[in-house]
């Protein structure tokens, strides 16, 4: 962020800032001499995130400010809050939309109310925390917004029938915002982590169905510091696509569709590698199908075990 503002590092707003992934992306801003405000709902986690932050200051006049709200609730209260940080600690620079969460399960065995939950935490508590700092932005000419996605929102898995869908829709949003605000010099990056070791990821962790499992396997657990490195770098690069690992490049390649370009480079990689990568891509598909398929076929059989018995 140290190039956004020549008067001082920049001021970061991150929401989910009290943990995980976002606690990273906080830490790591920090230590590039930012601003900080954390955004989340429980007073004591975001105090104790405080503290753990203040720790990597560069130079005394650092500050980071902590913002108890619900950012998928009322939009009004969420623009009033955002407006007073800003007040306090200047323009927002780049705005990090981090907070979400997951529930994994069968379609039919997930509440229903857990679709409308999840849509309105990870989809919407995305829109209102941007809407609130865009006006702003647009008149400085200048700023950065990040959504945080998942692999989990570039291709559909077993067990995510309520989450990958709130994760499709911030791509959606992302893609449109973009077009709009680049002649106003805004840059828009959408993250897609793959698993991370996290307290969210520990707690999906705890009810996720085999299949989610085995399925996810395919790719390792990467670690939160790691991936807030990769998307804080590609946010002050202005880069729309930021993935972590091989196998977030090659999805992120495979399904670049018609996103915006950041470089020559980038579109010219697209155009060789689609082709070959489709071919791999198919060859997943196809291990996790039938793992899906072996998960069914021995729960059915220990279901028909269990009535003879
Ligand atoms: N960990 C993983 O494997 C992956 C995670 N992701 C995504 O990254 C993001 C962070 O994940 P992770 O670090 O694991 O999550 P954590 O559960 O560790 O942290 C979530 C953060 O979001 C905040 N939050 C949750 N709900 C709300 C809300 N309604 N309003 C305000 N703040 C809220 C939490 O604080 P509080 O509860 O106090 O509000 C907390 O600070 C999520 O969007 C997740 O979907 C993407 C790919 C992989
Ligand atoms: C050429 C094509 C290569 C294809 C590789 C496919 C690898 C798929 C693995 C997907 C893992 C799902 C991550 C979801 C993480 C998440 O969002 C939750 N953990 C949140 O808590």
Same mark, same amino acid.
């Given at each position: 962020m140290g190039r956004l503002t020549d008067q001082h590092k920049g001021s970061g707003q991150v929401t989910? /800032?009290?943990?995980?992934i976002g606690k990273c992306i906080a830490i790591e801003c920090y230590k590039q001499g930012a601003f900080i405000t954390l955004i989340a709902r429980d007073e004591n986690k975001l105090l104790q995130t405080k503290k753990e932050i203040e720790n990597?200051?560069?130079?005394?006049?650092q500050v980071v400010l902590c913002i108890s709200v619900d950012?998928?609730?009322d939009y009004e209260l969420v623009e009033n809050v955002l407006r007073q940080a800003q007040e306090k600690l /200047?323009?927002?620079d780049l705005l990090v939309n981090c907070a979400g969460t997951s529930v994994t399960g069968k379609f039919e065995d997930i509440e229903v109310n857990s679709f409308e939950r999840l849509m309105g935490v990870n989809y919407l508590g995305s829109v209102y925390p941007s809407r609130a700092v865009i006006a702003t932005m647009k008149e400085r000419r200048m700023g950065r917004i990040v959504f945080v996605s998942s692999q989990a929102g570039q291709l559909g898995l077993f067990g995510y029938t309520a989450y990958s869908p709130t994760k499709f829709a911030l791509r959606g949003l992302a893609e449109a915002l973009q077009m709009e605000v680049k002649p106003y010099n805004i840059y828009i990056t959408v993250a897609y982590p793959p698993d991370t070791d996290t307290p969210g990821f520990a707690e999906e962790s705890k009810t996720k169905p085999l299949e989610t499992k085995l399925i996810s396997e395919t790719s390792s657990v990467c670690q939160a510091e790691q991936v807030a490195r990769v998307i804080v770098k590609d946010a002050i690069q202005g880069n729309f696509n930021s993935s972590v690992g091989s196998d977030g490049y090659m999805l992120s390649l495979l399904t670049s569709g018609m996103s915006p370009v950041t470089s020559i480079t980038e579109g010219l990689q697209q155009v060789v590698c689609m082709g070959i990568f489709r071919i791999i891509g198919l060859f997943y598909l196809g291990s996790f199908d039938s793992i899906v398929r072996r998960c069914m076929m021995q729960r059915e059989k220990s279901e028909s075990a269990d009535k003879t018995e």
């Amino acid at each position: 962020m140290g190039r956004l503002t020549d008067q001082h590092k920049g001021s970061g707003q991150v929401t989910g /800032g009290s943990s995980g992934i976002g606690k990273c992306i906080a830490i790591e801003c920090y230590k590039q001499g930012a601003f900080i405000t954390l955004i989340a709902r429980d007073e004591n986690k975001l105090l104790q995130t405080k503290k753990e932050i203040e720790n990597y200051s560069v130079n005394d006049k650092q500050v980071v400010l902590c913002i108890s709200v619900d950012v998928s609730k009322d939009y009004e209260l969420v623009e009033n809050v955002l407006r007073q940080a800003q007040e306090k600690l /200047g323009p927002v620079d780049l705005l990090v939309n981090c907070a979400g969460t997951s529930v994994t399960g069968k379609f039919e065995d997930i509440e229903v109310n857990s679709f409308e939950r999840l849509m309105g935490v990870n989809y919407l508590g995305s829109v209102y925390p941007s809407r609130a700092v865009i006006a702003t932005m647009k008149e400085r000419r200048m700023g950065r917004i990040v959504f945080v996605s998942s692999q989990a929102g570039q291709l559909g898995l077993f067990g995510y029938t309520a989450y990958s869908p709130t994760k499709f829709a911030l791509r959606g949003l992302a893609e449109a915002l973009q077009m709009e605000v680049k002649p106003y010099n805004i840059y828009i990056t959408v993250a897609y982590p793959p698993d991370t070791d996290t307290p969210g990821f520990a707690e999906e962790s705890k009810t996720k169905p085999l299949e989610t499992k085995l399925i996810s396997e395919t790719s390792s657990v990467c670690q939160a510091e790691q991936v807030a490195r990769v998307i804080v770098k590609d946010a002050i690069q202005g880069n729309f696509n930021s993935s972590v690992g091989s196998d977030g490049y090659m999805l992120s390649l495979l399904t670049s569709g018609m996103s915006p370009v950041t470089s020559i480079t980038e579109g010219l990689q697209q155009v060789v590698c689609m082709g070959i990568f489709r071919i791999i891509g198919l060859f997943y598909l196809g291990s996790f199908d039938s793992i899906v398929r072996r998960c069914m076929m021995q729960r059915e059989k220990s279901e028909s075990a269990d009535k003879t018995e």
